[in-house]
């Protein structure tokens, strides 16, 4: 029992559990005390230095808006969002019950002219009756898909954001390992396509985005009411994959070209299939390097996504960052603040989700924390 659970607390990197496991095993309590203090004492102490070195200059820092907002001033802040998100919520739950009810009403009204008209023996009044019936069910369905028209909570932000990312970071993948593993097996490959990758590589978000943006206008005219996205999520979501999808295309064809050409060798011996020798032995073996460069690349979209948000007012965290920046106060410096160590935390959350995904996938190689 004690050895599964310590396995995953390895796994997911939670390592500040590992003393209070051993010690509850009856191992040596003052040396896993030791640990202890060190593995959760030392981070928590250079937190809380943080906090009183930030607290100490706020007050003395004044702006335009007043002084710079304190570590309580960012927290009270954090429960006003929040608030503001819970109150939306039970709107909309009360908008969603209301047009339900409506539906409802307008379903028995249209039952009711049609057995009227069922009932009737005048053509024209069953004529007028079933288009009344008809009129109530279209009115019923508009009820039932009608939107809640409030503005998006700051909760709403994060999971736009969230779901942006997740979808460029997804078509940068899907683009570029194929890619890689092709350059990482063919030097001809890799020779040919080696100066497009050194020339878009460090193309910034900021010139992408309008290009994207233009491209996605002239391309995707589907009417807003039967669209799958809007333009400013599609417009997001691929300069996400442009700006991520590099590292994990270098690191791919890396990993790739490192294989040992042993495994190869054996590989051509037994004539295994093209398919077979790169799902069987290219790809375990690339595996650290592919999964290094996934995690640098939703690092990038992360951050790239903000900037991204930012410049082009598409829905997110970075619209909100700029809509408080314009609103110009000291409660939006300090709703600001709540947002910077919101990404902040994101993405922390997402690097160690992608250290996690290769820990349980990594074949007992090592993986860097």
């Known amino acids: 029992m004690k050895r599964k659970f310590m396995r995953w607390v390895d796994v997911l990197g939670i390592q ?3 003393p209070l496991v051993r010690i509850a095993s009856g191992e040596n309590p003052r040396k896993e005390a030791g640990r202890l203090a060190l593995l959760a004492g030392a ?3 250079a937190f809380l230095i943080f906090l009183a070195l930030w607290s100490l200059a706020a007050s003395r820092i004044h702006t335009k808006y007043g002084t710079v907002p304190t570590p309580a001033d960012v927290w009270t802040q954090a429960g006003v969002l929040m608030d503001a998100h819970w109150a939306s919520q039970a709107k909309r739950e009360a908008f969603a019950a209301e047009q339900k009810e409506k ?4 379903d ?3 039952a009711e002219a049609k057995a009227q008209a069922a009932r009737t023996g005048n053509p ?3 004529e007028t009756l079933l288009a009344k019936a008809d009129a109530l069910a279209r009115n019923a369905e508009t009820a039932r898909h009608a939107r809640y028209s409030g503005a998006p909570t700051y909760v709403d932000q994060i999971l736009t954001s969230l779901k942006t990312v997740f979808t460029g970071f997804l078509l940068a993948s899907l683009v570029a390992l194929p890619l890689g593993i092709a350059c990482g097996l063919s030097k001809t490959v890799m020779l040919a396509l080696n100066p497009l990758i050194q020339i878009f590589r460090p193309v910034s978000p900021l010139a ?4 994207v943006m233009i491209v996605v206008g002239a391309l995707y005219t589907t009417d807003p009411e039967h669209a799958w996205f809007e333009k400013s999520f599609l417009s997001s979501a691929i300069t996400v994959a442009l700006c991520s999808l590099w590292p994990t295309l270098v690191n791919t064809a890396l990993g790739v070209s490192s294989v040992d050409r042993d495994h190869l060798n054996v590989a051509r011996v037994l004539r295994l299939g093209w398919w077979t020798r790169v799902t069987k032995i290219v790809v375990p073996s690339a595996l650290p390097w592919i999964f290094s460069g996934l ?8 951050m790239v996504l903000i900037a991204a948000e930012m410049l082009a007012q598409n829905p997110g965290l970075g619209k909100f960052v700029w809509d408080m920046f314009q609103n110009g106060s000291s409660e939006t410096l300090a709703q600001i603040m709540v947002a910077v160590f919101t990404i902040g935390a994101i993405g922390f959350f997402l690097d160690r989700s992608m250290i996690v995904l290769q820990r349980f996938v990594n074949y007992g190689q090592p993986v860097a924390a």
């Open 208 to 211: 992408w985005l309008p290009i």
């Open 43 to 45: 981070p928590l102490l």
């Open 16 to 18: 500040v559990l590992d």
């Open 124 to 126: 024209a009044l069953r």
């Open 103 to 106: 539906a409802a009403a307008l």
């Open 108 to 110: 028995a009204k249209a």
């Open 295 to 302: 995690r640098i690349s939703l690092s990038v979209g992360w």
